[in-house]
């Protein structure tokens, strides 16, 4: 069965490119220059060149059109399906059975995110910061549900065969890194505020002047 004529066909890549142009808005605006080409041959303006002057015009207006610029990322939305991660992180975690160290750490760096990601002022901050949000995306939805993960399998094994360190003490450490990568986007956002703070100070300095 053959691909509907409006469909990219995926057996190949340059139907997609060609069909892309063909919407463009430098096609667009090359055909219409073209057109005026085709509107001054009708009224005798042009005469046998009429191919060179149309081609050319289409040629112009295609060069003159900006390039389009594709859409930029929607990090608010992204910070909503985040907040939803980190949810159903929660609920995993509270599956976990962790020593009193390690669940001491994981407490206070939950409680960190909780307050960045709950819904709110700072909430609405970090989604103008796509470098925080992707950090705390990956600590989330990779860094957290691993490190807990291999927590609960090397401990099994550990029991299988000990004498190797524990490895409470590896998750105790790598809880208190991701605790200090949650930090600097809590000195991120402090320092942006800071800024704004600042800046207002100065207008205001500047205005009464």
């Excluded at 957290?144 to 927590?151: G, H, Q, R, W, Y």
């Amino acid at each position: 069965m053959s691909p509907a004529p409006d469909t990219p066909d995926p057996r190949n890549p340059g139907t997609g490119r060609v069909l892309r142009y063909l919407e463009s808005r430098k096609n667009v605006t090359g055909s219409l220059c073209g057109s005026a080409g085709l509107a001054l041959t009708f009224m005798g303006m042009v005469g046998w060149y009429w191919p060179v002057v149309v081609a050319g015009l289409y040629v112009v207006g295609a060069l003159l059109t900006p390039p389009e610029r594709p859409s930029l990322p929607d990090f608010s939305t992204q910070l909503t399906h985040l907040t939803d991660d980190f949810a159903e992180l929660r609920k995993y975690l509270a599956e976990v059975d962790m020593p009193p160290a390690a669940a001491g750490r994981l407490a206070e760096l939950i409680e960190l995110l909780s307050a960045l990601l709950d819904p709110g002022w700072i909430a609405e901050l970090l989604a103008y910061d796509p470098d925080s949000v992707h950090l705390l995306s990956r600590v989330v939805r990779q860094e957290i549900p691993e490190a807990a993960d291999a927590f609960v399998r090397t401990r099994w094994w550990n029991r299988l065969a000990p004498g190797t360190e524990p490895p409470e003490r590896h998750l105790e450490r790598q809880l208190s890194l991701l605790r200090d990568e949650a930090d600097q986007v809590t000195a991120s956002l402090r320092a942006a505020e800071a800024h704004r703070q600042e800046s207002l100070t100065r207008y205001l300095k500047d205005r009464d002047q």
